[in-house]
Every structure is written in C-alpha cells, then in structure tokens.
C-alpha cells in the first residue's frame, strides 16, 4: 500500500505544480474556493484516485486458495419479494451446484403479492436437488423491507455460515464453493467475503450494456483492490458470505436504503477484515431502463451516506483500507464537480472557445483514466480465462462507458446524496 499511496503522491505532486497557474487563472474568475473546488473536484482527487489503482493493480499478486478442509454446511438467505420471473432458475442454478456439504436453503417470501411463494414450493416439489439441499420456505406476513426479511432468515438459519442471494442471480460453475473457499482460507478476522456479481441482460440494450462494463470493470475491480487492504467496503447482499456470530454480534440487517453496505461498515467499524472472491460468479439482471438504473443508484449513493453517519470511526487513518474510506466521502464533491463544471467546461471549449476547465490540464487526466480501464479489462481477462469465461463483445458499451458512464451515473448519485442529507423520505 505504501508503494501505491506513494505513486499516486508523486502523480499528485506533479499535477498539483502544473496546475498551478490554471489555480490563479480560475481564482480571478471564480475566487479561491470555487477555483479549488473545479480544479480538486475535475483533476486533482481523479488523478490521486487513478494513479492509486494502476499501482495497486501492477503491484496485485493474489494467491488462489485452494481447499483444505471438508466444505462446511451453509445457510444459503435468499429474500424475495414478486419474483415469480426468476425465483425458479435461481434455485436450479442452486440445484447445479459442486458442493459436497450440507446446504440449508431459505427463501424468505416477503409478503409477495404475485405467484412467488407458489413457484418456490412447486420447484421443491418437482425439480431435481442433490440429496444435501434443503430448501424451505419462510413466509413473511407483509412486505417489511429486504432488512427485515433478512434478518428472519438469520434467525431460522442452522449453520454458522450464511450466504445471502438475490432472487434474480444465477450461480456460475462452483461458485458457491469457492466463495467458501476464499472465506476459510482468509485472514482468521475475516468475518465476510464479497462474491463477483456479473451483469445477466447485458445485450438487452444501451444502459444494460454500460452496466456490463461497470460491473466488470469498475465495481469487481475496485473491491479486489479494497479486498488488497484488508477490508471490502460493501459485501453485496446479490453474493456474499458472513460468519453468523458476527451478524448476530452486529445485531443483523438495519432498516436503511443501503442495507449491505451499512453492514459491511458495522462489520469493520468492530475490527474484522471484509475480503473478495474474485473467482466466484454470479449473474444478476440488472435495471433495464434508466428510470430503474436512476432508482437504483440513488438508492446505492443514499446508503452511502448513511454508512457515514452510522460509521464515521471508519475515516480514522489507523485503517489499511482508509485511502477508499476517504475516497468514498469525497464523491458527493467529484460527481458535483464533474456535473456542474466538467460537462459545462466541455461544452463551452467545443461550442465558445472557452477553455477556463477543458483545458490542456483537463486532458491530462484522460490518458490515465484510460491506462487505468486498460490495466483493469487485462487483470479481468485474465481472471475470466483461468476459469472458463469470455468476455463479451461489447465494445459500444466499453466506449461509451469510457467516454460518457460518469453522465449518467452523476445525476442518480447526487439525488442519492441529497435525499439522505436533508432526511427526505425514503423509499425502497
């Protein structure tokens, strides 16, 4: 980490000395703090946060752990609420699964006003399951919210190793196994570990086709850096694995908007590691339209912020994984910065000539962004080949991921922010 958090100085040393007469030329236009604001907001955070993770990508050199104790039994949670579309495939995903030990399954039928609860108790009845799967059902009343039925299913759960998965998310080859795997041969603090989720839809359209390259890029790589520094900042509820003593100890799921990330944030803030398996697939399906893509990243920024406010003991700097603690709690500025004076500075260079924020200083953070999503498509790659996976052809996607994904995400993001700090209603 050290090495990493040396490059990345040295690049923001660099920056900050050619940056600055556009510094002064901006603070006689905009004053000092709104110069600093442009400049740190479109520039000089990006370029620290990029040269950070291309050192630590050159620098990853992950060990494959590899079994070395008969698979444990599992307490497999899978909360669903009116998922008569998908609950019966993910449950035959399950069904295919390599794994030896016994499987407690539980799906938790969250008050479903549809055939959910029908399809699932057809499926036990009907589909073919190794003898060392159990699946039941646990019927909620009403709808209560993911937290609450979650949390039910922790109560009924046999085994001291829960893994939680979403209703719409199919298991890849083995991947149950190896998400165990990666958890037993972990660091003894390790009280949870984040599975790979991959996107299911992605030749739906445009926007499921950018989610693609941003779950395979931007989300599976950043956590396997944040796993690098002993501590995954989410446990995605989609995939995950926990130690059922530590949940209890946490006091289980709370009723926010970002249910797992403020789990994740409990588990650290008592001390314990969060790791990653990068080898261990999911595919989920991913919204389909950008009214559901805005809804669901709202969602994702809001509970954000309520990690924050529940956890501020995590910006201490005593922690390996701080430098992405602290990068998280500038995002409210780079997604304003880059919403409200990176976009109008394009537009004004391109349409007026004016080039006060798209300047040659701006360009400069381009090639790194782009050596950046490089570096990452090749450690993906590589990790896909060693276990059979393609990567898709989607190269519109990868350029416009490139080119105009921060578009499309700043907006949704800087709701999420918003609805959080002045306490708006929330909504699931």
């Not at 059902?137 to 046999?158: Q, T, Y």
């Not at 796993?227 to 006091?251: C, H, M, N, P």
């Not at 969060?274 to 991913?286: K, W």
């Amino acid at each position: 980490m050290l090495i990493a958090l040396a490059c990345a100085g040295l690049w923001t040393g660099l920056s900050f000395y050619l940056a600055l007469p556009w510094l002064r030329q901006l603070s006689e236009i905009l004053g000092w703090p709104l110069a600093w604001f442009a400049v740190g907001g479109v520039a000089l955070i990006p370029g620290a946060a990029n040269g950070f993770l291309i050192s630590s990508l050159l620098l990853d050199q992950r060990p494959v752990p590899v079994p070395r104790r008969p698979p444990p039994p599992l307490t497999i949670l899978i909360a669903a609420y009116n998922e008569e579309d998908c609950i019966r495939e993910t449950l035959q995903s399950l069904a295919r699964q390599h794994y030896p030990g016994p499987l407690q399954i539980v799906v938790i039928d969250d008050g479903s006003r549809d055939r959910t609860r029908e399809i699932v108790r057809k499926a036990i009845a009907a589909d073919p399951r190794p003898p060392n799967q159990h699946v039941e059902v646990l019927e909620m009343p009403e709808n209560g919210g993911k937290a609450r039925a979650l949390n039910a299913g922790l109560a009924h759960a046999a085994h001291e190793l829960i893994v939680t998965l979403d209703a719409d998310t199919l298991l890849y080859r083995d991947a149950l196994a190896r998400l165990v795997i990666n958890q037993l041969e972990s660091p003894p603090h390790t009280a949870a570990t984040a599975g790979t989720v991959l996107v299911r839809n992605s030749r739906k359209n445009l926007i499921t086709k950018l989610q693609e390259w941003d779950y395979f890029l931007g989300i599976a790589v950043v956590k396997r850096v944040q796993s690098l520094l002993q501590g995954t900042l989410v446990a995605q509820g989609a995939f995950s694995i926990y130690r059922r003593e530590v949940l209890r100890e946490v006091g289980g799921w709370r009723e926010t908007v970002g249910e797992d990330i403020v789990l994740t944030w409990a588990i650290l803030s008592r001390g314990y590691r969060v790791g990653y398996a990068e080898n261990a697939f999911v595919f989920t399906n991913v919204p389909e339209t950008y009214a559901a893509y805005y809804r669901q990243r709202k969602r994702w920024s809001r509970g954000l912020i309520e990690a924050f406010k529940l956890y501020p003991s995590l910006l201490l700097p005593t922690r390996l994984n701080a430098p992405f603690v602290y990068l998280n709690f500038l995002f409210p500025w780079l997604d304003a910065a880059y919403l409200f004076v990176f976009v109008p500075g394009v537009i004004a260079a391109l349409l007026f000539q004016i080039y006060w924020v798209a300047g040659l200083l701006t360009l400069l953070v381009l090639p790194l962004s782009l050596t950046v999503n490089v570096l990452m498509f090749f450690k993906q790659r590589a990790v896909f080949a060693r276990h059979g996976l393609r990567v898709r052809r989607n190269w519109l996607g990868a350029v416009l991921f490139t080119l105009i994904y921060q578009l499309v995400l700043s907006p949704a993001s800087l709701a999420g922010y918003l609805a959080e700090i002045t306490r708006s209603r929330k909504t699931w």
